[in-house]
T-cell receptor, first 113, second 114 residues
Framework: RKEVEQDPGPFNVPEGATVAFNCTYSNSASQSFFWYRQDCRKEPKLLMSVYSSGNEDGRFTAQLNRASQYISLLIRDSKLSDSATYLC??????????????FGAGTRLFVKA | DGGITQSPKYLFRKEGQNVTLSCEQNLNHDAMYWYRQDPGQGLRLIYYSQIVNDFQKGDIAEGYSVSREKKESFPLTVTSAQKNPTAFYLCATAALGAGGNEQFFGPGTRLTVL
C-alpha cells in the first residue's frame, strides 16, 4: 500500500461545477498536511495547508479526518484556470529526528468551457 | 527578490557526461531537497539536507551526488552512473519547525540525455 494515495484521474468537469479530491495516508503519526497545485511542465505550488478544524480559502475548502486518515479538497464554482494536477502532501516525524515528506501521485483536473 | 532559483532551465547532455544542476535560495531556509519527476508520475526524493555540511540519501540517490557547503546552495550532480537521467529536476526548501513545514519549489531544470 502506498503511504499517500489519491483518487485516480483525470477529472473532467464543466465550468461552475463543484469537484472533490480525496487522499488517504497510511501513517497515523503524520503531523501536517498540504494540498499543492502543479500546472503542466511547472513546479508544484502550495495551494493550502490542511488543519484539523478544516479551512477555507475562497472557493477552496480543505478538510482533515485524523481518525480515518483522510484529507479532502473541495473546489466550488470551477474555473478554466483551475485545470491542473492537485497533489496531496503529508509530513510525519521520524524516530531519528526531522520529518519525512510524502507526495501523492496527484489527480489531474480538466475544467471545460 | 526572494525565492529559489534553479539553473539552467533546460540542459542537454551526452551520455557518459556528468552535469551539475544549480539550486540557490535566499529564504534562509535550513532544509533543501532534490526531487525527480518523470512524465505523468509523482515526485521522487533524491537527496536532502537539513543543515550545512550534512545531507542524506532519499529514495533514489544512486547515480547522483550533492554538496551543502553553504546554507543558500545545494547543487546536484547527475553522474554517468545514472542510467536514465532524462527527467524534470525540482529543488525545494523548507524552514524546519514543529509539525514539519511546507516545502517551496524552484522552477525546475529539464535534463535531456542525447
Amino acid at each position: 500500500r502506498k503511504e499517500v494515495e489519491q483518487d485516480p484521474g483525470p477529472f473532467n468537469v464543466p465550468e461552475g461545477a463543484t469537484v472533490a479530491f480525496n487522499c488517504t495516508y497510511s501513517n497515523s503519526a503524520s503531523q501536517s498536511f498540504f494540498w499543492y497545485r502543479q500546472d503542466c511542465r511547472k513546479e508544484p505550488k502550495l495551494l493550502m495547508s490542511v488543519y484539523s478544524s478544516g479551512n477555507e480559502d475562497g472557493r477552496f475548502t480543505a478538510q482533515l479526518n485524523r481518525a480515518s486518515q483522510y484529507i479532502s479538497l473541495l473546489i466550488r464554482d470551477s474555473k478554466l484556470s483551475d485545470s491542473a494536477t492537485y497533489l496531496c502532501v503529508v509530513n510525519h516525524y521520524l524516530n531519528t529526528g526531522g520529518f519525512k515528506t510524502i507526495f501523492g501521485a496527484g489527480t489531474r483536473l480538466f475544467v471545460k468551457a | 527578490d526572494g525565492g529559489i532559483t534553479q539553473s539552467p532551465k533546460y540542459l542537454f547532455r551526452k551520455e557518459g557526461q556528468n552535469v551539475t544542476l544549480s539550486c540557490e535560495q535566499n529564504l534562509n531556509h535550513d532544509a533543501m531537497y532534490w526531487y525527480r519527476q518523470d512524465p505523468g508520475q509523482g515526485l521522487r526524493l533524491i537527496y536532502y539536507s537539513q543543515i550545512v555540511n550534512d545531507f542524506q540519501k532519499g529514495d533514489i540517490a544512486e547515480g547522483y551526488s550533492v554538496s551543502r557547503e553553504k546554507k543558500e546552495s545545494f547543487p546536484l550532480t547527475v553522474t554517468s552512473a545514472q542510467k536514465n537521467p532524462t527527467a524534470f529536476y525540482l529543488c525545494a526548501t523548507a524552514a524546519l519547525g514543529a509539525g514539519g513545514n511546507e516545502q517551496f519549489f524552484g522552477p525546475g531544470t529539464r535534463l535531456t540525455v542525447l
